[in-house]
């Protein structure tokens, strides 16, 4: 017997949630709007079920599903590529959005992605045999790294992962590595500015950026590079709005 496991997520409208997995590459392969909104959307063998619910809170969302992929760097290209040319950019904040590609604790490489509807995607590629949570370090700063790092991608608990950064960056006893200071002020300064605190985000990804890192140090804090420059990317891009809405 083969089986096969559909989710079947919470939308407010279809079309909305239709539009979106179609510019990243899905085929709508069922729309329906009366008696009651439902839609599936297709990739390959990732199949996804919308059903309409008019009292529906996307901002209070907590549904979502993972998908398994043997190249998630091309698939994040891919998506960021298709939403770049569907909404002249690609959404970092609010509803959609697509998160940065990051190994986890847990032996998977992996981005986020909320559709419209707040449903969260998870899409990841398996890097270790092991897929267990590796035991927190005992390092103040590489604890800190550890610990945001679930709260942000896993928990979605940005709040929760914006206290545990501050409070090893905090620390006046210790020093972190250079490429532990980058990836906490890059990931604070991601927090940042998703919670609408851009100028906060701004002065934290200043300081990243400040930071003098070695050829092996650039290598191993690439995710974290990549990221920065997206973030500053979305920063100018706030400071133009600004500048236009004050002429």
């Known amino acids: ?108 490489r992996q981005f986020v992605m909320t559709d419209p509807a707040g449903n969260s995607i998870r ?21 800190a790294l550890h610990i945001a790092d679930l709260f942000v991608d896993s928990k979605e608990d940005l709040p929760g992962a914006a206290k545990v950064i501050d409070r090893a960056l905090g620390v006046e006893d210790e020093r972190p590595t250079p490429t532990q200071h980058l990836r906490l002020l890059v990931l604070r300064g991601d927090i940042a500015q998703r919670l609408g605190d851009d100028a906060l985000a701004g002065r934290l990804l200043g300081q990243a950026a400040a930071i003098t890192l070695t050829e092996e140090e650039r290598e191993s804090a690439a995710d974290a590079l990549v990221r920065l420059e997206e973030l500053r990317e979305v920063q100018e891009e706030v400071r133009e709005v600004r500048e236009v809405r004050e002429v």
């Open 123 to 143: 899409v990841g590629q398996q890097i270790s045999e092991d897929q267990r949570h590796r035991p927190v370090p005992k390092g103040t700063f590489a604890r």
């Open 1 to 108: 017997m083969a089986e096969k496991t559909i989710p079947m997520l919470p939308c407010v409208t279809v079309q909305p949630i239709v539009d979106f997995y179609t510019a990243l590459g899905f085929e709508a392969t069922f729309l329906q709007k009366r008696p009651y909104a439902y839609a599936v959307v297709e990739r390959g063998d990732v199949e996804l079920h919308f059903f309409g619910m008019k009292q529906y809170d996307p901002a209070e969302s907590f549904s979502g599903c993972y998908v398994f992929t043997d190249d998630v760097d091309t698939m994040h290209a891919a998506f960021r590529a298709g939403l770049k040319t569907a909404y002249g950019k690609i959404p970092r904040r609010g509803l959609p959005r697509i998160g940065p590609l990051k190994d986890m604790s847990y032996g998977v």
